[in-house]
């Protein structure tokens, strides 16, 4: 069953000399997976940022979510509420152990687990990605390859098991084998979860096994198209130039 999970409305952020994003409206259903597309500096990343929370001061418009008005809320709070922003560029934190991490984030969450069941639900998930099960012991996100660093973007998602997932170029760093792994690994999870998937993307590869609702295209800030599949092969043989 769908039921209508974000709603954003007249989205705009503004930097201390331009307006980034304009007028921005779009909607997520619980278990739908959208696509959000657009030229390099369109503004895709700054969307993700502000349906999370971040840089609320130079936001306006509303962001609903499951009904309720988060627009004032923090990104701790919207975190608990179940939104999830992978980075694009995931930061580097020496000393501080992957497995640390996810526990602190789950016990924050939910319920505490046991640490068998953590250390269980950790290795199923690091199976499922083709991560070592040593990862968990390692400092978050040091010395890891980019590709690595991405699908630990992903573990951390199933970990916290969200309701809806912002996915930055998630696909960057992943060589097609991998991206066609990632994307089937997405699709399982949704498909046993129900969560709804905001994806930002250039390398459509990681749409390829998931069932994309809509797609959203963002140009200069502002939307400039949305469509469905059609548009997605339309922009695989054209660029944005049309749409
Ligand atoms: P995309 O993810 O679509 O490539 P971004 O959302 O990262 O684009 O950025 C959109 C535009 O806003 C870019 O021109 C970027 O340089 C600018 N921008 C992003 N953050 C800031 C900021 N804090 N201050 C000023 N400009 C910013
Ligand atoms: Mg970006």
Aim: include cysteine; charged fraction near 25%; glycine fraction near 6%.
């Amino acid at each position: 069953m769908t039921t209508k999970l974000l709603e954003v409305s007249k989205l705009s952020v503004k930097a201390a000399d331009k307006q980034i994003l304009q007028g921005i409206d779009l909607t997520i259903q619980s278990g739908e997976t959208v696509a959000i597309l657009g030229p390099n500096g369109a503004g895709k990343s700054t969307l993700a940022r502000a349906i999370m929370g971040l840089d609320a001061l130079r936001c306006s418009g509303k962001v609903l979510f499951e009904a309720k008005d988060i627009t004032k809320l923090s990104v701790d709070t919207r975190a608990r509420k179940g939104l999830f922003l992978s980075y694009q560029s995931p930061v580097e934190i020496p000393g501080l152990p992957l497995n640390e991490v996810l526990r602190a984030a789950n016990d924050a969450r939910k319920k505490k687990m046991r640490l068998t069941d953590f250390q269980l639900k950790m290795s199923e998930i690091l199976e499922e990605l083709n991560l070592s099960p040593f990862v968990g012991t390692r400092e978050l996100n040091v010395g890891f390859s980019g590709g690595e660093k991405k699908k630990l973007e992903i573990a951390q998602m199933m970990m916290l098991e969200p309701k809806l997932a912002m996915l930055d170029e998630i696909d960057s760093g992943l060589d097609i084998d991998a991206a066609t792994k990632m994307s089937q690994s997405l699709r399982n999870y949704q498909k046993r979860t129900n969560i709804a998937y905001m994806i930002i993307t250039h390398n459509m590869r990681i749409l390829q096994k998931l069932k994309v609702d809509r797609v959203y295209v963002i140009k200069s800030g502002k939307l400039s198209s949305t469509g469905t599949k059609k548009l997605l092969d339309e922009i695989q043989q054209n660029g944005f130039k049309n749409v």
